[in-house]
């Protein structure tokens, strides 16, 4: 099975543009994830989407936005970047929730995408 | 709310030490545990995770016991290779968080030959 993949792995953009990453989750996951990486904050989580619906949001600013399509694959989009959304941005999928049962939690990430802004 | 503290890194231990990492958490309920590994340029890989009171999660040496009265899910390893430096990550997820991971700092671990 193919992992997480995220495209594109490197970004560089400057301040006030806006920016889209991608994320293709393993076949048969409906859940994707994103988390943001930084020296500073660490891990935080950004959204979920689980068959196309945001299903879970964390604290940050409406800059940050998501989608998912019907082939579970899903977008994040952050508009009018600021030097501190320089970041490794991080895709995760997984297949909680999706069975009678919860079953359990297992994320797989991808490699990420890094962003640079100047 | 929800949070998960890790020893203050980084850690350097020679080939064949013994490793400890410490983690603890904060949390209502039976939350489930996790630790991941992440490799220079790689995103993170799950290395074990427990998911109640008492339960042990191992893989590739590594080991780790779920200790509710503690609130503690410390990583360890018998004998640690070069191979095994990375940044280690304790998380927790709850139920009522979705697939939500709460993540410690992260802990930096080298090892030498």
């Known amino acids: 099975k193919a992992g997480v993949t995220q495209t594109p792995r490197y970004l560089i953009k400057t301040r006030g543009q806006q920016v889209t990453l991608s994320c293709s989750p393993i076949?048969?996951?409906?859940?994707v994830s994103w988390y943001q990486q930084t020296p500073g904050q660490g891990l935080q989580f950004l959204f979920e989407?689980?068959?196309?619906?945001q299903r879970n949001k964390g604290n940050f600013p409406g800059r940050f936005s998501g989608r998912q399509f019907s082939n579970s694959r899903s977008e994040m989009n952050v508009s009018t970047l600021e030097l501190g959304d320089s970041a490794l941005y991080l895709c995760a999928s997984s297949s909680w929730g999706q069975g009678y049962f919860l079953g359990e939690n297992i994320q797989y990430f991808g490699a990420g995408t890094r962003l640079s802004v100047l | 709310g929800n949070s998960v503290t890790q020893m203050e890194g980084p850690v350097t231990l020679s080939e064949e030490a013994f490793l400890t990492i410490n983690c603890t958490y904060t949390?209502?309920?039976?939350?489930?545990l996790f630790w991941y590994v992440q490799y220079p340029g790689e995103g993170l890989q799950l290395l074990l995770k427990?998911?109640?009171?008492?339960d042990k999660g191992s893989n590739k040496g590594f080991e780790a016991t779920y200790r509710k009265e503690t609130t503690s899910f410390h990583l360890e390893k018998g004998s640690v290779q070069v191979s095994d430096s990375a940044v280690y990550f304790c998380?927790?997820?709850?139920?009522?968080?979705?697939?939500?991971?709460?993540f410690g700092e992260g802990t930096q671990l080298t090892v030498n030959p």
């Open positions: 949390a209502t309920g039976y939350p489930s």
């Open positions: 989407y689980f068959s196309e619906t």
């Open positions: 427990a998911t109640k009171a008492d």
């Open positions: 998380a927790l997820s709850r139920v009522t968080s979705g697939s939500r991971l709460t």
């Open positions: 076949s048969g996951h409906r859940s």
